[in-house]
């Protein structure tokens, strides 16, 4: 769940030089992760709207991949609890959307569903 996948241990984070798509300038931020998950060979690249500091769009190449990056929107941003999240997201090649419905923050979990 980005943006909160940022805050977790061993995620490595650096700022890389402005680009563009799509004619708007975006901060990118690369994201890999140091020995952590399934596939920690994974490299994402996050395009930020410099005025909103959303998350509007990744790329990325997974783990074992020498293909160039592929990326996907991150668009409907919604406030779910106190998170912003983008709950539709569409890759550009149009493959495959992704959309969440019905998308909901607890204020408290209760230990018993552990």
Same mark, same amino acid.
């Given at each position: $769940?980005?943006?909160? &996948?940022? $805050?977790?241990?061993?995620?490595?984070?650096? $700022? /890389?030089?402005?680009? %563009? @798509?799509?004619?708007?300038? =975006? %901060?990118?931020?690369?994201?890999? =992760? /140091? @020995?952590?998950? $399934?596939?920690?060979? !994974?490299?994402?690249?996050? =395009?930020?709207?410099?005025?909103?500091?959303? +998350?509007?769009?990744? %790329?990325?190449?997974?783990?074992?991949?020498?293909?160039?990056?592929?990326?996907?929107?991150?668009?409907?941003?919604? *406030?779910?609890?106190?998170?912003?999240? *983008?709950?539709? @997201?569409?890759? !550009?090649?149009?493959? &495959? @959307? +992704? #959309?969440?419905?019905?998308?909901?923050?607890?204020? *408290?979990? /209760?230990? #018993?569903?552990?």
């Amino acid at each position: $769940l980005l943006p909160l &996948k940022l $805050l977790d241990p061993g995620v490595r984070l650096t $700022l /890389d030089p402005p680009r %563009e @798509h799509a004619g708007r300038r =975006f %901060e990118i931020l690369s994201l890999q =992760f /140091d @020995h952590v998950g $399934l596939t920690p060979g !994974d490299h994402y690249w996050l =395009f930020v709207d410099p005025q909103t500091a959303r +998350i509007e769009r990744w %790329e990325m190449v997974l783990e074992g991949q020498t293909s160039a990056p592929r990326g996907t929107s991150f668009e409907r941003h919604t *406030a779910v609890g106190p998170l912003e999240l *983008a709950l539709d @997201h569409a890759t !550009d090649d149009g493959q &495959k @959307h +992704i #959309r969440f419905e019905d998308v909901a923050a607890l204020g *408290a979990v /209760d230990p #018993r569903d552990f």
